[in-house]
C-alpha cells in the first residue's frame, strides 16, 4: 500500500525572535530535583536553584533575579527586575569538561522530550544529525533561531564537534524549506546539508535517521544503538549559550492562533505560566489554549507552564468542539501512519477501564512517534494523538510499578534467604555446642566409672 501523507508543510518568514513582559511570578517544577536555596533566599539570575536527584534529570538554574519559595513540589519565583552580572565565556578543554558544562548548565533537548544532552552527545559516534526540519504546521520556533543566530550556531557546531569528534557531521532541512537552505548554503563549510524527506513528520528522529542513513531503526532501537546523535536548532542554541556560560532557562516559543493579538516568536523564561502568555498576547478572547503544534498538541491544563518541550502555544477563541463519535473503522488512518502501525488496533489495545494495560493488549503503543497524523484524518474526531499519550504513559507506569514489586520482590528473597542462612548456621552452632557438652559428659561419665 502506498503511504498517504499530512500535506507538505509551507515555511515563511518567522520572524524576529521578541520578548514579552516577565510573568509575576514563575513556577519551577522540581521534578527529580531538590531545592538548594533556603525558602524566602534572594536568587541571582541563573543561580542554580534545585539539583538533581536522579542520573536523568538536570540543575534548575533561576530564569530571573528574584525571591524564591517552596510551595509542595514547586519553586515559586517572584521577580524583581533587578540586573544581573553578565556570565564568564566557558572554555572547556576536552570531551569531559564540555560534557560536564552542558550538564551543569542543565542543556536538555528542546524538541520536545527535554533529554539530557550531555547524555546523547558522547564521543565515538558515527553521525551527529542536526535537526533543522521542524516540520510541525504552525510552529517556527527553530526557523526564527536559525535566522537570528545563523552565525553563533554554526560557530557553536563547529566547536561541538570539534569537543566530541563525530565520523560525520549532517545538518538536516526540509527540501522545502528554501530560507534554512540558502542560510546555510554558504556557511555549512565541512558539514554535510541534507535534505529530509518533504512530507510529515520528516522531523522525527525515527525518519530522519532512515532518511540520512538508509537503514531504518528497529521497533524501540534508538539512534544511539547506532551510534547516532540528533540534536535540533534550539538545542544547538543552548549549546552556544552554555559556551557563553549561560546556563538553559529560557526558550522560543511561537505563539499563535485565531485569538493571538501578536503572533510570533517570543523568547520566555521557564516556568512562566501559560495563562500568562494568554493574557499578553490574547486577552479576553481566549477560551481556549493549546500547547504544542497544532497536530501533536493538547489543550493546556490549569497551571501550565513553560518547559523545555514547549515548542508553541495556540491561543484559540473557541475551544476545539467537534465531538467525537465511535471508530468506523473506515482504514483512513492507517495509511498516514509514518511508522506503518494500524491506529484502529491500537485504540482497541487501549488500557481498559480495569487497568488491564498488559503489553500483549498494546502491540506498537512504544512504536507509535504521537505525530497526530491519524487524528488529522480521522473522520469520527477521535483524539487518537491524547489517547495514545495517555495510553502509553499508562502502560510505562505500569511497567514502573512492575520493575519496582520486582525490585522489592528480590530484596525480600535476598532478605529471607540471608535470614535463612543466618538460621542456619544459628542452629549449627547450637548443635555443635550440644555434640561438645554431650561429649564432656560422656567423658565425666567414664572418669566417674573407673573412680
Same mark, same amino acid.
Given at each position: 500500500?502506498?503511504?498517504?501523507?499530512?500535506?507538505?508543510?509551507?515555511?515563511?518568514?518567522?520572524?524576529?525572535?521578541?520578548?514579552?513582559?516577565?510573568?509575576?511570578?514563575?513556577n519551577?517544577?522540581?521534578?527529580?530535583?531538590? +531545592?538548594?536555596v533556603?525558602d524566602?533566599?534572594?536568587?541571582d539570575?541563573?543561580?542554580?536553584?534545585a539539583?538533581p536527584?536522579?542520573?536523568?534529570?538536570?540543575?534548575?538554574?533561576?530564569?530571573?533575579?528574584g525571591a524564591?519559595?517552596?510551595?509542595?513540589?514547586?519553586?515559586?519565583?517572584?521577580?524583581?527586575?533587578?540586573e544581573s552580572?553578565?556570565?564568564a565565556?566557558?572554555?572547556?578543554?576536552?570531551?569531559?569538561?564540555f560534557?560536564?558544562?552542558?550538564?551543569?548548565?542543565?542543556?536538555?533537548?528542546?524538541?520536545?522530550?527535554?533529554?539530557?544532552?550531555?547524555?546523547k552527545?558522547?564521543?565515538?559516534?558515527?553521525?551527529?544529525i542536526?535537526?533543522?526540519?521542524?516540520?510541525?504546521?504552525?510552529?517556527?520556533?527553530?526557523?526564527?533561531?536559525?535566522?537570528?543566530?545563523?552565525?553563533?550556531l554554526?560557530?557553536?557546531?563547529?566547536?561541538?564537534?570539534?569537543?566530541?569528534g563525530?565520523a560525520?557531521?549532517?545538518i538536516?532541512v526540509?527540501?522545502?524549506?528554501?530560507r534554512?537552505?540558502?542560510?546555510?548554503?554558504?556557511?555549512a563549510?565541512?558539514?554535510r546539508?541534507a535534505?529530509a524527506p518533504?512530507?510529515?513528520?520528516a522531523?522525527?528522529?525515527?525518519?530522519?535517521?532512515?532518511?540520512?542513513?538508509?537503514n531504518?531503526?528497529?521497533?524501540?532501537?534508538r539512534?544511539?544503538?547506532?551510534?547516532?546523535?540528533?540534536?535540533?536548532?534550539?538545542?544547538?542554541?543552548?549549546?552556544?549559550?552554555?559556551?557563553?556560560?549561560?546556563?538553559m532557562?529560557?526558550?522560543v516559543?511561537t505563539v499563535?492562533g485565531?485569538?493571538?493579538?501578536?503572533?510570533?516568536n517570543?523568547?520566555?523564561?521557564f516556568?512562566?505560566?501559560?495563562?500568562h502568555?494568554?493574557n499578553?498576547?490574547?486577552?479576553d478572547d481566549v477560551?481556549?489554549?493549546r500547547?504544542g503544534?497544532?497536530?501533536?498538541?493538547?489543550? $493546556?491544563a490549569?497551571? $501550565?507552564?513553560?518547559?523545555?518541550g514547549?515548542?508553541a502555544?495556540?491561543?484559540?477563541?473557541?475551544t476545539?468542539a467537534r465531538e467525537?463519535?465511535?471508530?468506523?473503522?473506515?482504514?483512513?488512518?492507517?495509511?498516514?501512519?509514518?511508522?506503518q502501525?494500524n491506529?484502529q488496533?491500537?485504540?482497541?489495545?487501549?488500557p481498559?477501564?480495569?487497568?488491564d494495560?498488559?503489553?500483549?493488549?498494546?502491540?506498537?503503543?512504544?512504536?507509535?512517534l504521537l505525530?497526530g497524523?491519524?487524528?488529522?484524518?480521522?473522520?469520527?474526531?477521535?483524539?487518537?494523538?491524547?489517547?495514545?499519550r495517555?495510553g502509553?504513559?499508562?502502560?510505562?507506569?505500569?511497567?514502573?510499578a512492575?520493575?519496582?514489586?520486582?525490585?522489592?520482590?528480590?530484596?525480600?528473597?535476598r532478605?529471607?534467604?540471608?535470614?535463612? +542462612?543466618?538460621?542456619?548456621?544459628?542452629?549449627?552452632?547450637?548443635?555443635?555446642?550440644?555434640q561438645?557438652?554431650?561429649a564432656?559428659?560422656?567423658?565425666?561419665?567414664?572418669?566417674?566409672?573407673?573412680t
Amino acid at each position: 500500500m502506498t503511504r498517504a501523507t499530512i500535506p507538505a508543510k509551507a515555511y515563511t518568514d518567522p520572524g524576529p525572535v521578541r520578548a514579552i513582559p516577565d510573568a509575576d511570578t514563575l513556577n519551577l517544577p522540581l521534578a527529580g530535583r531538590f +531545592a538548594c536555596v533556603a525558602d524566602g533566599a534572594w536568587v541571582d539570575a541563573d543561580e542554580t536553584v534545585a539539583l538533581p536527584t536522579r542520573p536523568d534529570a538536570l540543575p534548575l538554574h533561576a530564569p530571573l533575579a528574584g525571591a524564591v519559595h517552596l510551595a509542595g513540589d514547586v519553586l515559586v519565583l517572584t521577580p524583581t527586575g533587578a540586573e544581573s552580572s553578565p556570565p564568564a565565556p566557558a572554555r572547556p578543554a576536552d570531551t569531559i569538561e564540555f560534557l560536564a558544562l552542558l550538564r551543569d548548565m542543565g542543556v536538555a533537548g528542546l524538541g520536545g522530550a527535554g533529554f539530557p544532552t550531555h547524555l546523547k552527545l558522547r564521543p565515538g559516534l558515527d553521525m551527529l544529525i542536526v535537526n533543522a526540519v521542524e516540520c510541525e504546521p504552525g510552529v517556527s520556533a527553530d526557523q526564527a533561531v536559525l535566522e537570528s543566530r545563523t552565525d553563533e550556531l554554526i560557530a557553536a557546531l563547529d566547536r561541538l564537534v570539534d569537543l566530541i569528534g563525530p565520523a560525520e557531521t549532517v545538518i538536516a532541512v526540509d527540501g522545502h524549506n528554501v530560507r534554512a537552505k540558502d542560510l546555510l548554503a554558504s556557511r555549512a563549510g565541512a558539514f554535510r546539508l541534507a535534505d529530509a524527506p518533504a512530507a510529515y513528520p520528516a522531523g522525527s528522529e525515527r525518519q530522519l535517521v532512515a532518511a540520512l542513513t538508509g537503514n531504518p531503526l528497529a521497533p524501540g532501537e534508538r539512534p544511539a544503538a547506532r551510534r547516532i546523535a540528533l540534536i535540533n536548532l534550539s538545542t544547538l542554541a543552548a549549546i552556544a549559550d552554555a559556551f557563553d556560560g549561560r546556563p538553559m532557562s529560557h526558550r522560543v516559543v511561537t505563539v499563535h492562533g485565531d485569538a493571538c493579538s501578536d503572533p510570533g516568536n517570543f523568547r520566555i523564561a521557564f516556568g512562566t505560566p501559560i495563562a500568562h502568555i494568554a493574557n499578553v498576547l490574547g486577552g479576553d478572547d481566549v477560551t481556549a489554549i493549546r500547547t504544542g503544534g497544532s497536530l501533536t498538541g493538547s489543550l $493546556a491544563a490549569p497551571g $501550565a507552564v513553560v518547559g523545555p518541550g514547549t515548542l508553541a502555544v495556540e491561543l484559540l477563541r473557541h475551544t476545539p468542539a467537534r465531538e467525537a463519535v465511535p471508530c468506523i473503522r473506515c482504514g483512513v488512518c492507517a495509511p498516514v501512519c509514518p511508522e506503518q502501525l494500524n491506529p484502529q488496533r491500537l485504540l482497541e489495545s487501549l488500557p481498559s477501564p480495569n487497568g488491564d494495560t498488559t503489553d500483549s493488549r498494546n502491540p506498537g503503543l512504544d512504536a507509535c512517534l504521537l505525530c497526530g497524523a491519524c487524528t488529522a484524518v480521522c473522520p469520527s474526531a477521535i483524539p487518537l494523538n491524547d489517547l495514545f499519550r495517555a495510553g502509553r504513559a499508562a502502560l510505562r507506569a505500569e511497567r514502573a510499578a512492575n520493575a519496582a514489586a520486582d525490585r522489592a520482590r528480590e530484596r525480600f528473597e535476598r532478605h529471607a534467604a540471608r535470614d535463612r +542462612a543466618r538460621a542456619a548456621r544459628r542452629a549449627e552452632r547450637l548443635r555443635s555446642r550440644r555434640q561438645k557438652a554431650d561429649a564432656k559428659a560422656l567423658i565425666a561419665a567414664a572418669k566417674g566409672r573407673r573412680t
